[in-house]
């Protein structure tokens, strides 16, 4: 860890921490964009292929993005909260960057599940290549987790609104060092 790792009263995130957050932060906006987006675009166009095609691919780096991520932070505990939280903000923030983890991970696995059941595979944006899909195709199991990959989608929005409104909260409202830390 460097030493810039440190301000005086003010430990942050270890660097590989606070970039994956922001990184990941921009590949998320992203994959909600990119899908969103086919929604204006003809369908059977190009464009259309493009957008779904660079939602798959985003997603997937999200998730190889977040295993590390997951692994590091088990080892490093996070930098202190000053001045301290109370027990029912830290239970809060606890179980919401909790459901944060576990989005970053089912929510792109159920993408990738819900292709590689459908017998359609994961084409790959601006290429002929594609990840294959399992030899025996299940319409009705492809359906299911798309349909559960949708349902979470819509839910985390408000998830990850809220979590965006705790930050601001930490700034702006209680002015602690909260922000500071992932920075
Ligand atoms: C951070 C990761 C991801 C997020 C936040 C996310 C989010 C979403 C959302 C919100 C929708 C529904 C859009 C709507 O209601 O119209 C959607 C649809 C979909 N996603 Fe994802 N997704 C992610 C990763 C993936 C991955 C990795 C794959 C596959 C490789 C995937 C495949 C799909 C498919 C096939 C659909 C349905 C598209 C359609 O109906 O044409 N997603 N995703
Ligand atoms: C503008 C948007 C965002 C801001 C300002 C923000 C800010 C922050 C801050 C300040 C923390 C540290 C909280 C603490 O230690 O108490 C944090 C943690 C976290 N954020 Fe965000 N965040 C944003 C968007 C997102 C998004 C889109 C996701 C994922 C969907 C996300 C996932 C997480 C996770 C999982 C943690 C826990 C980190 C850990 O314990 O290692 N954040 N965020």
């Known amino acids: ?70 692994l590091v932070r088990l080892r490093q505990e996070a930098p202190p909260i000053l001045p301290a939280l109370g027990p029912a903000s830290r239970l809060a923030s606890k179980t919401a960057h909790l459901a944060l983890f576990m989005f970053l991970i089912v929510q792109p696995v159920l993408g990738v599940a819900s292709r590689l059941v459908s017998g359609r595979g994961i084409g790959m944006p601006l290429t002929e290549w594609s990840i294959p899909s399992f030899a025996v195709a299940q319409p009705e199991l492809a359906k299911s987790l798309i349909h559960l990959h949708e349902f979470i989608g819509d839910a985390f929005y408000y998830v990850i609104g809220m979590h965006i409104l705790a930050a601001l909260w930490h700034l702006l409202v209680r002015r602690d060092n909260v922000l500071q830390r992932m920075v």
């Open 1 to 70: 860890m460097s030493t810039s790792d440190f301000i005086p009263g003010t430990s942050r995130y270890s660097t590989f921490l606070r970039y994956a957050h922001w990184v990941t932060v921009v590949l998320v906006f992203l994959a909600y964009i990119s899908i969103n987006a086919r929604k204006f675009l003809e369908r059977g166009s190009a464009e259309r292929l493009l957008a779904v095609e660079s939602h798959y691919l985003i997603g997937i780096v999200v998730l190889l993005i977040t295993v590390p991520r997951i």
